[in-house]
Protein backbone atom coordinates (compact mmCIF):
# COMPACT_ATOMS: atom_id res chain seq x y z
CA UNK A 1 0.00 0.00 0.00
CA UNK A 2 0.86 3.42 -1.12
CA UNK A 3 1.47 5.54 2.54
CA UNK A 4 3.16 7.96 4.50
CA UNK A 5 3.22 7.07 8.19
CA UNK A 6 4.63 10.83 10.84
CA UNK A 7 5.79 10.35 14.12
CA UNK A 8 7.77 11.82 16.82
CA UNK A 9 5.19 14.54 17.92
CA UNK A 10 4.60 15.47 21.01
CA UNK A 11 4.52 18.59 23.73
CA UNK A 12 7.75 20.68 24.47
CA UNK A 13 8.90 23.58 25.84
CA UNK A 14 10.15 26.96 24.29
CA UNK A 15 13.71 27.07 22.86
CA UNK A 16 13.33 22.78 23.10
CA UNK A 17 13.77 20.45 20.32
CA UNK A 18 11.94 17.74 18.73
CA UNK A 19 12.68 15.35 15.22
CA UNK A 20 9.79 14.42 13.43
CA UNK A 21 10.11 10.99 10.90
CA UNK A 22 7.68 9.81 8.52
CA UNK A 23 7.53 6.37 6.84
CA UNK A 24 7.21 5.75 3.08
CA UNK A 25 6.53 2.50 1.44
CA UNK A 26 4.35 1.36 -1.70
CA UNK A 27 6.56 3.21 -3.71
CA UNK A 28 10.51 4.33 -4.73
CA UNK A 29 11.01 6.56 -2.27
CA UNK A 30 14.66 7.83 -3.57
CA UNK A 31 12.86 9.22 -6.39
CA UNK A 32 10.38 11.53 -5.29
CA UNK A 33 11.14 15.04 -3.83
CA UNK A 34 9.69 15.14 -0.34
CA UNK A 35 7.86 18.35 1.83
CA UNK A 36 7.08 18.84 5.39
CA UNK A 37 3.94 21.06 5.43
CA UNK A 38 2.33 22.20 8.46
CA UNK A 39 -0.94 23.23 9.53
CA UNK A 40 -1.73 25.21 13.07
CA UNK A 41 -5.17 24.78 14.87
CA UNK A 42 -7.80 25.83 12.85
CA UNK A 43 -5.81 27.35 10.69
CA UNK A 44 -4.75 26.95 6.78
CA UNK A 45 -1.59 25.01 5.33
CA UNK A 46 2.32 26.42 5.23
CA UNK A 47 4.48 24.94 3.86
CA UNK A 48 7.77 24.55 5.72
CA UNK A 49 10.68 22.34 4.20
CA UNK A 50 11.67 20.44 0.97
CA UNK A 51 14.18 17.63 0.24
CA UNK A 52 15.44 16.41 -3.47
CA UNK A 53 14.91 12.58 -4.26
CA UNK A 54 18.58 12.30 -3.80
CA UNK A 55 18.49 14.23 -0.33
CA UNK A 56 21.25 16.61 -2.31
CA UNK A 57 19.23 20.26 -2.38
CA UNK A 58 17.01 21.15 0.40
CA UNK A 59 14.56 24.41 0.89
CA UNK A 60 13.12 26.08 3.63
CA UNK A 61 10.42 28.56 4.32
CA UNK A 62 11.45 32.15 6.11
CA UNK A 63 9.96 31.24 9.22
CA UNK A 64 11.59 28.12 10.25
CA UNK A 65 15.19 28.86 8.24
CA UNK A 66 18.11 28.42 10.98
CA UNK A 67 15.84 26.21 12.98
CA UNK A 68 14.83 23.35 11.22
CA UNK A 69 16.53 20.70 9.34
CA UNK A 70 15.40 18.70 6.42
CA UNK A 71 16.98 15.12 5.55
CA UNK A 72 15.89 11.19 4.09
CA UNK A 73 17.58 8.42 4.62
CA UNK A 74 16.67 6.54 1.59
CA UNK A 75 18.01 3.43 2.43
CA UNK A 76 15.62 3.10 5.25
CA UNK A 77 12.78 5.11 3.14
CA UNK A 78 12.22 7.52 5.81
CA UNK A 79 12.18 11.38 6.06
CA UNK A 80 13.02 13.57 8.53
CA UNK A 81 12.65 16.60 9.95
CA UNK A 82 15.17 18.41 13.15
CA UNK A 83 13.16 20.99 15.14
CA UNK A 84 15.51 23.01 17.00
CA UNK A 85 14.49 26.41 19.15
CA UNK A 86 10.69 25.86 18.75
CA UNK A 87 8.57 28.54 19.77
CA UNK A 88 4.56 28.72 20.57
CA UNK A 89 3.84 29.68 17.06
CA UNK A 90 5.49 26.38 15.88
CA UNK A 91 2.35 24.48 16.91
CA UNK A 92 0.72 22.32 14.42
CA UNK A 93 0.13 19.16 13.06
CA UNK A 94 2.91 18.42 10.59
CA UNK A 95 2.46 16.86 7.41
CA UNK A 96 5.28 15.21 5.27
CA UNK A 97 4.14 15.08 1.28
CA UNK A 98 5.38 13.12 -1.65
CA UNK A 99 5.96 15.22 -4.54
CA UNK A 100 5.59 14.21 -8.50
CA UNK A 101 8.76 15.30 -8.97
CA UNK A 102 12.50 13.97 -8.16
CA UNK A 103 13.46 17.93 -7.10
CA UNK A 104 15.90 19.20 -9.23
CA UNK A 105 17.34 22.39 -8.82
CA UNK A 106 18.25 22.90 -12.54
CA UNK A 107 15.80 20.72 -14.49
CA UNK A 108 13.08 21.76 -17.25
CA UNK A 109 10.74 22.61 -14.40
CA UNK A 110 9.96 23.58 -10.92
CA UNK A 111 11.59 21.81 -7.79
CA UNK A 112 8.13 20.74 -6.71
CA UNK A 113 5.58 20.17 -8.85
CA UNK A 114 2.62 19.23 -6.73
CA UNK A 115 1.57 17.04 -3.66
CA UNK A 116 0.21 13.43 -4.61
CA UNK A 117 0.83 11.83 -1.29
CA UNK A 118 0.22 12.93 2.27
CA UNK A 119 0.51 11.36 5.62
CA UNK A 120 -2.11 11.50 8.11
CA UNK A 121 0.07 14.05 10.35
CA UNK A 122 1.79 14.40 13.92
CA UNK A 123 0.74 16.98 16.50
CA UNK A 124 3.62 19.53 17.79
CA UNK A 125 2.99 21.06 21.04
CA UNK A 126 5.61 24.14 22.07
CA UNK A 127 4.49 25.16 25.32
CA UNK A 128 5.21 25.47 28.86
CA UNK B 1 7.07 35.93 -2.31
CA UNK B 2 3.62 34.79 -4.59
CA UNK B 3 0.48 35.16 -2.34
CA UNK B 4 -2.69 33.27 -3.47
CA UNK B 5 -6.32 34.76 -2.73
CA UNK B 6 -9.09 32.44 -2.58
CA UNK B 7 -12.80 33.58 -2.44
CA UNK B 8 -15.44 33.26 -1.08
CA UNK B 9 -13.84 31.86 1.99
CA UNK B 10 -17.33 30.64 2.75
CA UNK B 11 -19.30 28.66 0.61
CA UNK B 12 -22.85 27.21 1.64
CA UNK B 13 -24.32 25.17 -1.37
CA UNK B 14 -27.43 23.72 -1.33
CA UNK B 15 -27.00 19.46 -2.31
CA UNK B 16 -26.69 19.05 -6.12
CA UNK B 17 -26.09 22.37 -7.32
CA UNK B 18 -22.97 23.43 -8.59
CA UNK B 19 -20.24 25.30 -5.85
CA UNK B 20 -17.17 27.14 -7.40
CA UNK B 21 -13.75 28.90 -5.86
CA UNK B 22 -11.71 31.30 -7.31
CA UNK B 23 -7.55 31.24 -6.49
CA UNK B 24 -6.18 34.33 -7.76
CA UNK B 25 -2.10 34.53 -7.58
CA UNK B 26 -0.28 38.12 -7.22
CA UNK B 27 2.18 36.98 -9.79
CA UNK B 28 1.83 34.82 -13.00
CA UNK B 29 2.32 31.15 -12.28
CA UNK B 30 3.37 30.30 -15.39
CA UNK B 31 7.00 28.20 -15.44
CA UNK B 32 9.63 29.01 -18.10
CA UNK B 33 8.80 24.93 -18.85
CA UNK B 34 5.46 26.37 -19.95
CA UNK B 35 3.45 24.58 -17.37
CA UNK B 36 1.51 26.15 -14.84
CA UNK B 37 2.13 24.93 -11.24
CA UNK B 38 -1.37 25.58 -9.99
CA UNK B 39 -3.14 22.43 -8.12
CA UNK B 40 -6.63 21.81 -5.99
CA UNK B 41 -6.06 20.07 -2.52
CA UNK B 42 -9.34 18.98 -0.63
CA UNK B 43 -9.03 18.64 3.56
CA UNK B 44 -12.48 16.62 4.52
CA UNK B 45 -12.99 17.19 8.22
CA UNK B 46 -10.51 15.40 10.27
CA UNK B 47 -8.70 14.59 7.39
CA UNK B 48 -5.28 15.07 5.71
CA UNK B 49 -5.58 17.26 2.91
CA UNK B 50 -5.77 15.02 -0.88
CA UNK B 51 -4.74 16.15 -4.50
CA UNK B 52 -7.81 16.69 -6.56
CA UNK B 53 -6.39 19.00 -9.50
CA UNK B 54 -2.91 19.74 -10.88
CA UNK B 55 -1.46 21.66 -13.61
CA UNK B 56 -4.63 23.51 -13.33
CA UNK B 57 -6.94 21.25 -15.14
CA UNK B 58 -5.62 17.42 -14.91
CA UNK B 59 -8.14 15.48 -12.04
CA UNK B 60 -5.64 13.10 -10.47
CA UNK B 61 -6.50 9.37 -10.03
CA UNK B 62 -9.82 8.44 -8.13
CA UNK B 63 -11.23 11.83 -8.35
CA UNK B 64 -15.30 12.27 -9.18
CA UNK B 65 -15.25 14.03 -13.20
CA UNK B 66 -18.00 16.39 -11.29
CA UNK B 67 -14.56 18.45 -10.22
CA UNK B 68 -13.03 20.29 -12.40
CA UNK B 69 -10.28 23.18 -13.06
CA UNK B 70 -9.81 25.66 -15.30
CA UNK B 71 -7.98 29.29 -15.83
CA UNK B 72 -4.35 30.58 -16.90
CA UNK B 73 -2.08 32.91 -15.83
CA UNK B 74 -3.32 34.40 -12.26
CA UNK B 75 -6.64 33.81 -12.06
CA UNK B 76 -7.73 29.62 -11.36
CA UNK B 77 -10.95 28.21 -10.79
CA UNK B 78 -12.40 25.24 -8.96
CA UNK B 79 -15.63 23.74 -9.94
CA UNK B 80 -18.23 21.07 -8.47
CA UNK B 81 -20.97 20.31 -11.15
CA UNK B 82 -23.06 18.62 -8.55
CA UNK B 83 -22.19 19.11 -4.90
CA UNK B 84 -22.64 15.97 -2.93
CA UNK B 85 -22.36 15.39 0.89
CA UNK B 86 -18.84 13.93 1.00
CA UNK B 87 -17.59 17.00 -0.83
CA UNK B 88 -17.45 18.82 2.61
CA UNK B 89 -14.92 20.33 4.09
CA UNK B 90 -12.12 23.19 2.98
CA UNK B 91 -10.44 23.40 -0.73
CA UNK B 92 -7.31 25.09 -1.15
CA UNK B 93 -5.06 26.24 -4.06
CA UNK B 94 -1.32 25.81 -4.47
CA UNK B 95 1.09 27.00 -6.54
CA UNK B 96 3.99 25.23 -6.84
CA UNK B 97 5.93 27.48 -9.67
CA UNK B 98 8.14 29.30 -7.71
CA UNK B 99 9.63 28.88 -4.01
CA UNK B 100 8.30 29.58 -1.56
CA UNK B 101 5.42 27.18 -2.05
CA UNK B 102 2.59 28.71 -1.19
CA UNK B 103 -1.71 27.96 -0.30
CA UNK B 104 -4.60 30.01 -0.34
CA UNK B 105 -6.52 30.71 2.37
CA UNK B 106 -8.74 27.89 2.12
CA UNK B 107 -12.66 27.77 1.40
CA UNK B 108 -14.58 26.17 3.78
CA UNK B 109 -17.56 24.43 1.63
CA UNK B 110 -20.66 23.33 3.56
CA UNK B 111 -24.37 22.02 2.57
CA UNK B 112 -26.78 24.86 3.67
Known amino acids: EVQLLESGGGLVQPGGSLRLSCAASGFTFSSYAMSWVRQAPGKGLEWVSA????????YYADSVKGRFTISRDNSKNTLYLQMNSLRAEDTAVYYC?????????????????????WGRGTLVTVSS | DIVMTQTPLSSPVTLGQPASISCRSSQSLVHSDGNTYLSWLQQRPGQPPRLLIYKISNRFSGVPDRFSGSGAGTDFTLKISRVEAEDVGVYYCMQATQFPLAFGQGTKLEIK
Open chain 1, 51 to 58: ISGSGGST
Open chain 1, 97 to 117: AKDRSGGYSYGPGPFLWYFDL
